[in-house]
């Protein structure tokens, strides 16, 4: 079967990465054609520590795409993340003339150039510039000022910026793997468009992605993003301490949280005293054993993405509350705990919207993969900054069928 446009993605996560191929539905969205999966390696805090490793991983999850698929791939679209990024508001003035007129498209595009020459590290590229709210003639909360009459415009504008180097580190991993890196997309900013609705994101939300070894947050209020972060915690520490508390391997314990893991000690029938993982030599596990070593640290988590978040988290603005999904929000009483400590109400949200048809996808954390394939299909995807430029929003056009032929 023909496809006018096919779409791949990798997400290159913590402790997996994860390669989809896709096309437009009829009906819309997407139908899944494919998808790979290998073990992380060489990755670490979202860059290649190991380039050699990380290319040999990257094309073993890409070669299981392309035979499912049955194409050929050349290039594909990939996720950013790690503490390398980072966040900083900026404000842009611009003279719409020398008398009042309305404004126009080049006036917002030129307002938006001034808040992307903020001074930002020597290292660092702007990767996604939000503007949150504008401002004409002093008159502020203006959502969208076009064709507004006025003679000055003003932005207030959230601006997410990371490493030249590892961006650097990651295209060359994928070159020395075979392939061509097409563009890419912040992670969290990708999970979020797969998992969250345009009503969601305008009534006020947070979307907290605790993954492997980090957990991601990012807040939306009036349809913009009004914070973003991340914590160097997840799922794999919850694994660890359950590992360590029950005296198993990481294996066991994975498996052991995956089948019967409970992070609220309040939802287990059994009341355990904890004091029998430090006195006996053999431990009988119950689920008020389990939530006893996970909740802590999953708690913690929250708490951490809390502080995180700062000045961002407005609990009154974020009517529609919080979202967690992520590998680490697979455990029962998560919603829960997340609400006790941001006081917001919870879900957890696993599997993305806007799927039709195709192959179905195996279990694991597909939201960003499917985030990342449906920025590339709108065809928005900010494509890599040249030297001391700011990265652009460009559409794709047909470049996206040079990307692959049918095997």
């Known amino acids: 079967m023909e496809y006018d446009q096919l779409i791949v993605v990798c997400d290159l996560g913590t402790t997996a990465f994860r390669t989809l191929v896709a096309a437009p539905a009829a009906g819309g969205g997407l139908q899944v054609l494919g998808h790979g999966v290998s073990e992380t390696a060489g990755f670490r805090d979202g860059d290649f520590v190991d380039i050699g490793s990380g290319s040999r991983a990257l094309a073993r999850a890409v070669r299981m795409a392309e035979s499912e698929a049955d194409v050929d791939i050349s290039g594909f679209y990939y996720g950013i993340s790690g503490s390398h990024l980072r966040s900083v508001w900026a404000r842009g003035r611009h003279q719409i003339g020398p008398g009042r007129r309305t404004v126009a498209d080049t006036d917002i595009d030129a307002v938006i150039e001034r808040a992307n020459s903020i001074a930002i590290p020597f290292d660092h590229a702007i990767l996604a510039t939000n503007p949150v709210a504008f401002s004409v003639d002093g008159i502020a909360g203006i959502v969208d000022p076009l064709?507004?009459?006025?003679?000055?415009?003003?932005?207030?504008?959230?601006?997410?910026?990371?490493?030249?180097?590892?961006?650097?580190?990651?295209?060359?991993?994928?070159?020395?793997?075979?392939?061509?890196?097409?563009?890419?997309?912040?992670?969290?900013?990708?999970?979020?468009?797969?998992?969250?609705?345009?009503?969601?994101?305008?009534?006020?939300?947070?979307?907290?992605?605790?993954?492997?070894?980090?957990?991601?947050?990012?807040?939306?209020?009036?349809?913009?993003?009004?914070?973003?972060?991340?914590?160097?915690?997840?799922?794999?520490?919850?694994?660890?301490?359950?590992?360590?508390?029950?005296?198993?391997?990481?294996?066991?314990?994975?498996?052991?949280?995956?089948?019967?893991?409970?992070?609220?000690?309040?939802?287990?029938?059994?009341?355990?005293?904890?004091?029998?993982?430090?006195?006996?030599?053999?431990?009988?596990?119950?689920?008020?054993?389990?939530?006893?070593?996970?909740?802590?640290?999953?708690?913690?988590?929250?708490r951490l993405v809390r502080e995180d978040m700062g000045v961002s988290f407005e609990p009154g603005l974020l009517h529609r509350g919080a979202v967690v999904t992520g590998g680490g929000a697979r455990c029962e009483g998560t919603?829960?705990?997340?609400?006790?400590v941001l006081g917001l109400p919870a879900e957890v949200r696993l599997t993305p919207g806007g799927l039709s048809g195709g192959r179905p996808l195996p279990e694991g954390q597909w939201a960003t993969a499917v985030g990342l394939a449906f920025w590339a299909l709108a065809g928005d995807e900010p494509v890599a900054p040249e030297e001391d430029e700011p990265v652009r929003g460009g559409g794709v056009g047909g470049f996206l069928r040079s990307l692959f032929r049918r095997g």
């Open 335 to 340: 919603a829960e705990l997340c609400e006790e």
């Open 147 to 302: 064709d507004r009459q006025g003679s000055v415009l003003e932005v207030n504008a959230y601006l997410i910026t990371g490493s030249r180097s590892v961006q650097g580190s990651i295209e060359k991993t994928i070159e020395r793997a075979g392939y061509h890196a097409a563009g890419w997309r912040i992670d969290v900013l990708a999970a979020a468009q797969a998992l969250l609705s345009p009503e969601e994101q305008h009534e006020g939300v947070a979307l907290i992605d605790v993954g492997g070894h980090m957990t991601q947050w990012v807040i939306y209020r009036s349809g913009r993003i009004a914070g973003s972060g991340m914590v160097p915690w997840g799922g794999v520490h919850m694994t660890s301490d359950l590992a360590h508390g029950l005296r198993v391997g990481p294996a066991e314990a994975e498996a052991t949280k995956r089948a019967s893991g409970l992070v609220l000690r309040s939802m287990a029938r059994d009341e355990v005293d904890t004091d029998v993982l430090f006195e006996e030599d053999e431990i009988d596990v119950s689920p008020g054993l389990i939530s006893a070593i996970l909740e802590p640290r999953l708690e913690e988590i929250f």
